[in-house]
C-alpha cells in the first residue's frame, strides 16, 4: 500500500485546510483510516481515526474543528480542519490499518506526510 497526502500548507491563524491522503491498492475501503500528526520535538499523536464503516474517533478537543471522512470510490481519506491554531503546526501523515484501533503506531502503513504551519 502506497499513501500520497497533500493539502498541507501555510495559513494564519484562524484558516482552515483540507488534507487528502489516497491509497494505491484495493484494500482502501476495508480498511480504517487515521489522521495523525507530530509536532517538533514531540511525538506523534492520533488526530482522528474512520472505520470502513464510517465511525469516527477523534483526539479531543479537535473534534470541533476537524472533521475526517472518506471517499471510498476514490480510495481517498480527508481531514478539514477549521480554525487552525499555531499548536496545530506538525507534519501531518495518513495510515491505513486492518481495524480501527489506533493506539498502536507501528499498526498498518504511512504516507510521507504533510506539512502544516499556522502562523499567529
Known amino acids: 500500500v502506497q499513501l500520497q497526502a497533500s493539502g498541507g500548507g501555510w495559513v494564519q491563524a484562524g484558516g482552515s485546510l483540507r488534507l487528502s491522503c489516497t491509497a494505491s491498492?484495493?484494500?482502501?475501503?476495508?480498511?480504517?483510516m487515521g489522521w495523525y500528526r507530530q509536532a517538533p520535538g514531540k511525538q506523534r499523536e492520533l488526530v482522528a481515526g474512520?472505520?470502513?464503516?464510517?465511525?469516527?474517533i477523534y483526539s479531543s478537543p479537535l473534534n470541533a474543528r476537524f472533521t475526517i471522512s472518506r471517499d471510498n470510490a476514490k480510495n481517498t481519506v480527508y481531514l478539514q480542519m477549521n480554525n487552525l491554531q499555531p499548536d496545530d503546526t506538525a507534519v501531518y501523515f495518513c495510515?491505513?490499518?486492518?481495524?480501527?484501533?489506533?493506539?498502536?503506531?507501528?499498526?498498518?502503513?504511512w504516507g510521507q506526510g504533510t506539512q502544516v504551519t499556522v502562523s499567529s
Open positions: 495510515n491505513q490499518r486492518p481495524i480501527a484501533d489506533y493506539s498502536d503506531p507501528e499498526v498498518g502503513s
Open positions: 491498492g484495493t484494500t482502501f475501503r476495508r480498511s480504517a
Open positions: 474512520i472505520a470502513s464503516g464510517g465511525g469516527t
